[in-house]
């Protein structure tokens, strides 16, 4: 049997899957320490199986989230190696930051060496100004390391217990200023979710889980709960992450669909297109900064069941924040839920109260209870139903780079709008009209989240350059760099290469020797010419373990390949 | 908040001449690394647009593939092509102030008409765009300036009796390097001399005459022409490390020079020092596009002062300049029977060579003269590629801006070509209604191209 717990802001959720079926599920209100939520809900679900019987657990939290949106951390400095290109005055990053003299080209040779009384001054201000978390990083550092490796071993010498996180073993694709970021938090969080992963771990023991327990990761895959393994920021957002995985296993397979969780203040829209979740084609957002991190495409909408609805002159808004509950359920001020009871379109809360709320509203205006509600409802809808477009087209007209990608472009258009979360309900059936799709709450809604974290897995990536004419390859997702061995190093040598990390991935992952269907993302092949002949060639391969999730909840055959 | 620069990053990474070809996957490969290592895409300054494909009509509406458009171009083509149309329209609502298509393949040195491939092009890119914003967005006065190390031979065919079209450029002398023309005596048409200014620079020249150059005669020259909109051939060929060229330009003065034009859309044409001047050149266009500071982004192997141009061939430069100003200042003081003639008609013989292809082409272009519009122009043209019969192929090309009495007569021509037994492919290009047929003598057939609805609509004189 398999678990899945979804940790969020204001409920856990848990569930417990047996061959395909939801067994049981449980909801508890989510307190202020994580663990504490986590394990209440872990023992209600438990109450009537055995731990023997748990097969896997997956978790998904908010604990990285919150630690960086309440800037529960200790400052990070950061050691920069830009070199030439954007002005060093872009690299704003909000913390103290000593740039440092050296540069790597994009293919990895040294065009500038470092400077050693650089290096050492900069850790002296560093250590002056207190800090013992440091983030190295330098442009083009994911085609040659070398210049990271040197100024870690610098601090390592001269601070040996400061924290040191490296941009390449963070961050391996190309984007100085998101790896930057990326490597800032990963250093940030790092401890903290050590500590994390160790007190859960302890608490599974005790209660004898012996099963892989397993984190939920933003773009919907997973990966071992283990301190050593991975980049603890990877599980930022994993919240819609698990709700979007949710659907996808509630619905039938290869539908495209929206996925539409209505919360207190926000709504969060995610797509499944062809029945897959749709992946953000840049690294995700982290309060105004962008990372590497890989993510669902997931847009947050600030509106809500919780939204605070005002009168401004003529117009009635609904505004992007909360002031409480709602009206109707002793809230200060009126709210799209109390025009949802108003409406009969939702049983929650006194009705009386959602009258008045309108009415508070409507009666400077002379308009009635009811046409106030209708107005709230549809300028909720109108904005969701608008943000749902734009995320169609701006999939549409995601960059292509290739002829061939440029030609399959395609258009889609939704079957199905899927409503998870407690406001879904009442506005479903409405933005699906107008999305024009049917309107769909599937059984077990309230807890897609637990649902999706149970049936996700992991999925892994290889991003392999090897360019034949330096003599060396990286993998991206490793931060590795190592020599090529054979003096004919052809396409089919680079594809079985890929492919051997991709196992070798598997097996660090726990998933042992479960890759034996790569997928290929692409594989471009760029023969080099100097002078007219060919003097190497670069080649550019991406693999991955299939996308997906286990299985689909209630398909005939349960979870077949699990 | 400011309007953004605009980026279409397209370098088809899927698509070469011939695996050897400087036109190959590789052309723009470091390029990527490095605006994509600087987060270029990122920058709040920057949209980054998905390319789109021209159409096969967009193409007819400039060009004269023979036999078909579908004979000339790839769909890399028509994405390089569509791409800079998705700009344009961005540009034109304003979405945008500015845009720059990173594109391949290139297109500055394809011809009206198109036998084959020529200097790496098959179709001309901005040619495409000219008549494009003409058509869809009413835009007529554009001045294009090319900055590629080779001569715009190309956009200068297509534009040499268009006085709405103002076409600098300045480049590597013919003398020294493909395609061996651009020399300052070519300066246009009856109809629209001096609208085509070339500067035929010597092997060597630097920074700091670059910059005498635009400062001088560029940038006064197209100020006065007022251009409703500026296009910037943005060849990249001219720079130092070039294997193609001989000059001595510097990213950072390729940036100078775009902060000084402020061209509406740059286009990506040549540049083959693919690892040692595209990544810098071309992020620094963007940085200078974008209003944002250049001055970090340099090549590793330069500092100032590597270059020393020599004095005489500076001079030579300064003499130049002032003569195309004279040229440029007394254009319309000019006794042009005394150049042209004063014939019905205007014409020239042309002998073009596809270098990519290896054919030979011989034409003669008329072009009609008119008190009251450009005038019509009609080329016989015939190529031979190798050993096969050459073919033979008659066009005629009616301006949007024509006349009456030039649209009727052209149309009669028209008619008569159909008749010749010597054309195997007879042509009817006409911009005033937007329709574009071609004649197939072989079979007694005629295809038509049908324009924009709604637009023919505006234009229909049947
Ligand atoms: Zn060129
Ligand atoms: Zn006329």
Redesign the interface.
Known sequence: MYIGIDVGGTSTNAVLLDNGLVRDSVTVPSSADIITSLLEALDKIMTNVTAESIERVVLSTTLITNLIAEKKYTPVGLILIPG??????YYQFHTDTLIISG?I???GRE??PLNDDEIEKAINILSTKGYKKVAVVG??SV?NNKHEQEIVSKVKCLQPDWHVEIGHQVAGQ?????RVVSTMLACATRDKYSFFVESVQAALTMRGIEGPVLILKADGGTMLLNKVTGVPIETIFSGPAASTLGVQALIPPGETAVVVDIGGTTTDLALILSGQPLLSS?GAPVYEQ?TQVRALAVKSVAVGGDSLVERVGQEILVCPKRLGPPFCMGGPMPTPTDALRVLGLTGVGNAKQAVEAMEILGQPLGISHSEVAQRIINSVINVIVQEIENMFTQW?????????E??Q?RKERPNMVVGVGGGAAGFITQIAAKVGGSPVIPPYAPVANAIGAAVAIPTLQVNLRADTERGYYTIEQEGYQGKIEKTRFTEEDALLLADEWLKKRAEKYGLGNTVSNSEINHR??????R????TGR?YDISVQTPRGIIGHIGAKDGFSNA | MHKKTGL?????????IS??H?E???RL??T???I?????M?LPQIH??????ASIYDISRTHFCVPQVQNQV???HL?ASGSILQLADSVVSGEIKNGFAIVRPPGHHAMRVVHGNRGFCNINNEAILVDYLRRRHGIRKIAIVDSDVHHGDGTQDIFYHDPDVLFISFHQDGRTIYPGSGFSDELGGPGAYARTLNVPLPPGIADETFMYVVDNLVLPVVNEFQPELVINSAGQDNHYSD?LGSMRFTAEAYADFTQKLKPNLAVLEGGYAI?TAL?YVN?AII?ALAG???????E?DYYPGKFKESPEKVAQVHRMVEELLKTWNTRDQVDFSQIFGSGKYYQRKKFIFYDTDYINEQQLEQVRRCNECPGYITIASRARRGNPAPVSIFAITIPLQACQACHSEAYDIYDQAKKKPEYDYVYMQDKYTDKYRTYVKSKGQELVTKGLVENAKNYSIE
């Open positions: 030439p290109g954007l002005s060093h005055e540069a080209d994009y293919r065009i500038m442009k083009f085609r190309l984007n100085f200023p998101r840049k962008l549409e007209q995601e960059p292509a780079y290739r002829v061939w440029v030609l472009k471009d092949v760029f023969n080099m010419v002078n007219w002949t060919t670069i | 279409i990053f397209f370098p088809a990474f899927d698509w070469a695996p050897t400087p190959r996957e590789e490969l470091y990527r690394d490095q994509f290592e600087e987060g270029v990122d980054e647009y998905a390319p789109r494909l790839t769909e890399a994405i294997p690892e990544p992020l940085l944002i500071d250049y001055s970090n982004v340099r590793p």
